[in-house]
C-alpha cells in the first residue's frame, strides 16, 4: 500500500527556521517525483514545487523560488521542506503528494500526505 | 503561469441532483492535462480525475470529466451524501502547474 507520512504539527516563532519531512512507502521512492502543496488557512490549494528523489532534480513554481528549499534523502525514502526565516504569512497546512506518472513531471498528484500543519506567531 | 478560474464559487443542491463544475485556464492546457480533486473538511485532497477525462482508481463512475482546451467540466451524475465537499482543477501541461481557486458544492 502506498502511503506517504508526513511529521507533524510545528509552532514557531518569526525568523526561526524549520524543515518538515514526508516519508513514502509501499511503492519504488526514487522513480516518482513528490510534490509540496500549501494551503493556507480557509484558501486554496497552492502547488510549489517538486522534487525527483532519484537524482534530487528539483523544480520550483516561481512563487515560492528561493523562498523555501525542497530535498529528499532516498537513503530514507523522504522528501522535505523548509524555511531558513518563517514570516507569519506561512502559516499554513502544507502537504506532500506523489505524482501519479512514474518518472513524469507533468502529472496529477495521486497519493497525499495528512498534511503538516505550520503556524508562526510571535 | 496558467491561470484556472472555477464557476460557480459556491454551487447549492440536493442530493440525487445533477452538479457541473466549470474550470477555465488562461492557456490552452496542453494534452488535456488537467485533473480534478475533492477535499473534505479536514482531509487531504482526493484524485477524482486526471488527463481531463479519466477516472482515478476506486472513483465512482457518477463522476465524469469532460473537455479540451481551455475549458473543463466535472460533472457528478446523481449526487450522494458525501460528494459534498470542495472541488479543485489543476492543471500540470506547463509549469509551473497550478490550481483553481475551488468550488464549495453545499446542500441545499
Keep these: ?122 | 503561469e496558467i491561470v484556472l478560474t472555477q464557476s460557480p464559487g459556491t454551487l447549492s443542491l440536493s442530493p440525487g441532483e445533477r452538479a457541473t463544475l466549470s474550470c477555465r485556464a488562461s492557456q490552452s492546457v496542453s494534452s488535456s492535462y488537467l485533473g480534478w480533486y475533492q477535499q473534505k473538511p479536514g482531509q487531504a485532497p482526493r484524485l477524482l480525475i486526471y488527463g481531463a477525462s479519466s477516472r482515478a482508481t476506486g472513483i465512482p463512475d457518477r463522476f465524469s470529466g469532460s473537455g479540451s482546451g481551455t475549458d473543463f467540466t466535472l460533472t457528478i451524475s446523481r449526487l450522494e451524501p458525501e460528494d459534498f465537499a470542495v472541488y479543485y482543477c489543476q492543471q500540470y501541461g506547463r509549469p509551473p502547474s497550478s490550481f483553481g481557486q475551488g468550488t464549495k458544492l453545499e446542500i441545499k
Excluded at chain 1, 490549494?45 to 523544480?59: A, F, H, Q, V
Excluded at chain 1, 502537504?95 to 506567531?121: E, H, I, M, P
Design chain 1, 1 to 122: 500500500e502506498v502511503q506517504l507520512v508526513q511529521s507533524g504539527a510545528e509552532v514557531k516563532k518569526p525568523g526561526e527556521s524549520l524543515k518538515i519531512s514526508c516519508k513514502g512507502s509501499g511503492y519504488t521512492f526514487t522513480t516518482f517525483w513528490i510534490g509540496w502543496v500549501r494551503q493556507m488557512p480557509g484558501k486554496g490549494l497552492e502547488w510549489m514545487g517538486i522534487i525527483y528523489p532519484g537524482d534530487s532534480d528539483t523544480r520550483y513554481s516561481p512563487s515560492f523560488q528561493g523562498q523555501v528549499t525542497i530535498s529528499a534523502d532516498k537513503s530514507v525514502n523522504t522528501a522535505y521542506l523548509q524555511w531558513s526565516s518563517l514570516k507569519a504569512s506561512d502559516t499554513a497546512m502544507y502537504y506532500c503528494a506523489r505524482n501519479a506518472k512514474v518518472g513524469a513531471t507533468q502529472s496529477a498528484f495521486d497519493y497525499w500526505g495528512q498534511g503538516t500543519l505550520v503556524t508562526v506567531s510571535s
